[in-house]
C-alpha cells in the first residue's frame, strides 16, 4: 500500500501536535517494512525541520535516510503554500484531493489544521476540541499584516471548518486521549466505533 501522511504541523517545533505527528511518523515508518509513505509538507516560511528519516544538502536538497529496518519507498513532497490558502481550497471549498500534490495513495492520514479531499481511506489525529470548549483561549480573529504580508486566521473558524469534513468522510479518528474521545463522541456527536485512542508516549 501507499500511504500519505500530512507533516505540516511538524513547522512549529516544540509544539504537542508536532511532535506527535513526528514521533508518530518515525516509529510507523521504522516499523513498518511492507508499505510506501508520501508526506506531505506546506508552509510558505518555514522550512522542512529534520528528522531521523531525513536531511538536507547544502544546495536545500531532501534526502531521505531509510530506517536500518526494512527497505521501503519514501518521498516527501514540499510545498509553499500558507495554511490560510488550504484552509480556503480544502476545508472551505473543498476541492483540489490531495492526490494532486503526492500522487495516487491508498491512505491518508490528516492531522490539525486542514481536511483535504481524497479518494483514498481516511484517518485523521483528534488532539482536542479546544475550540468548541474554550473557544475564548484560540486565535477567534482574522488578521492581515500589509507590512510583513501575513495573513493570521481565525484558528477557530478555521478548525470547526475542518471538523465538519471529518466529521462527514473520515473513516478513522485517532484521539490522543480517552477525554478527546469522549468530547468527540458528545461535542461532534461522532460514533465511538470511528474512534481510536492513541496516548502520546513520553
Not at 30 to 43: G, I, M, P
Not at 156 to 184: G, H, N, P, Y
Request: aromatic share 10%.
Amino acid at each position: 500500500m501507499r500511504i500519505g501522511i500530512d507533516i505540516s504541523q511538524i513547522a512549529y517545533q516544540g509544539t504537542g501536535v508536532a511532535n506527535f505527528v513526528m514521533q508518530l511518523v518515525e516509529h510507523l515508518i521504522q516499523e513498518d517494512t511492507e508499505n510506501d509513505y508520501v508526506l506531505f509538507y506546506s508552509s510558505l516560511r518555514r522550512e522542512l525541520p529534520e528528522s531521523k528519516l531525513w536531511t538536507k544538502d547544502a544546495s536545500g536538497r531532501i534526502q531521505v535516510n531509510p530506517p536500518k529496518k526494512g527497505v521501503k519507498n519514501i518521498t516527501i513532497s514540499e510545498f509553499k503554500l500558507p495554511p490560510s490558502f488550504l484552509d480556503m481550497l480544502w476545508n472551505r471549498l473543498h476541492i483540489f484531493p490531495i492526490e494532486r500534490f503526492i500522487g495516487p495513495v491508498d491512505i491518508f492520514i490528516s492531522s490539525d489544521w486542514t481536511q483535504p479531499p481524497t479518494k483514498a481511506k481516511k484517518v485523521t489525529i483528534l488532539y482536542d476540541l479546544i475550540v468548541y470548549k474554550y473557544p475564548e483561549e484560540t486565535h477567534n480573529q482574522t488578521r492581515f499584516s500589509f507590512k510583513n504580508f501575513i495573513l493570521a486566521s481565525n484558528i477557530v473558524a478555521a478548525q470547526k471548518r475542518r471538523l465538519k469534513w471529518v466529521k462527514k468522510e473520515v473513516d478513522k479518528i485517532i484521539c490522543i486521549s480517552e477525554a478527546t474521545k469522549k468530547d468527540a463522541m458528545e461535542i461532534l456527536k461522532i460514533d465511538e466505533n470511528k474512534l481510536s485512542v492513541v496516548v502520546p508516549g513520553i
